[in-house]
């Protein structure tokens, strides 16, 4: 196969998240988000001809313009106020409880909790994403690799790969989960925009729904937001988004596609969406960032899609018509066997 010709941007801080858990209807099972994923696309890449490049500290400021900054210092403070707190003794990570939701506040305003257990599910909507003592670091440095990756681009590569973990389209503007912490394709938008670019489009070929970058970016008419996923109506994450009536809003309206597709569906329906989705965006975008997560594979535990290795080479190549330089963010993906060939056959389709 002809060598990917392609910057791999890479820290080795993604690897201090180890989520440990995942606690499931209250079951608690082995986390999926795994450091291992970083190490195999990292040796699928190199091993495909990709050059490793190192994450520069890019993205601190942006994280304030994608998120809420009380959400930052929370993911910055919480695990030290949990050991502090002495939960250690109870849980090993930080684990919320009680959730301030609509249904809870009724327009109360929202207060900072005294309590550390309670505090812990301030900015948190599900009990699977469990912050360690390397969690903060790791999203940073994740946030670090996706701006550093917009910048190559911004400065005329045609495309770059940003290797994050955890990933980041689950987490809104003030809120985390779905194994996200902080938003790393929002963070390359917005580096692409510091540099200059004017329209970006969002293409999300995750196989769950990409709440949090919609959701950030809803208003806009300069981000579209566009998304080909299984269908959270027939009992899928994120279930409370991903709707194909989830059109933008004010001036975002007209600018957000989503394309949910049944559990069960392999390479045809998927690619129709694809299709569909650079349609969208052609014309109406100067660069895209790809939220690139492999696992609407077949083989992947954590979505019902049967997406096949050439079916992700072809998303690739369906993109790469539309001429537009390109980002490509890491999501999700998480059968280790296959996470890396997966990639490089997406990279693969996007660059040559
Ligand atoms: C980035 C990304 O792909 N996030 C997906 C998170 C979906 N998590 C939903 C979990 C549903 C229950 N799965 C059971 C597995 C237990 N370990
Ligand atoms: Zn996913």
Redesign the pocket.
Known sequence: MAKLDLPVVWSDEVLRHLPDA?I?IGVR??G?ELPERATVLRAALVGAGARLVQARPLADELLGQAHDPALVAHLRDIYREWVDGGYLEYQNRVVPYVFPTEAMLEGLPLRRPTAVHARAGQFCYDT?TLVGPGTWPAAQAAAHAAATAADLVAAGERAAYALCRP?G??ATRTGFG???YLNNAAVAVLALQRAGVGRVAVIDV?A?HGNGTQSIFYDRADVLYTSVHVDPGAGW?PHYAGFADETGTGAGEGANLNLPIAPGSGDQPWLAGVRRMAEFVAGRADAIVLSL?V?AAADDP?SPLQVTEQGYHDTGAILAELGLPAVAVH??GYHLPTLGSLTVATLTGLTH
């Open positions: 995942e499931w099972t082995p999926t699977m990933p389209h689950h779905g194994s996200c995750d769950h994450f997560g696992d954590e999501e999700g």
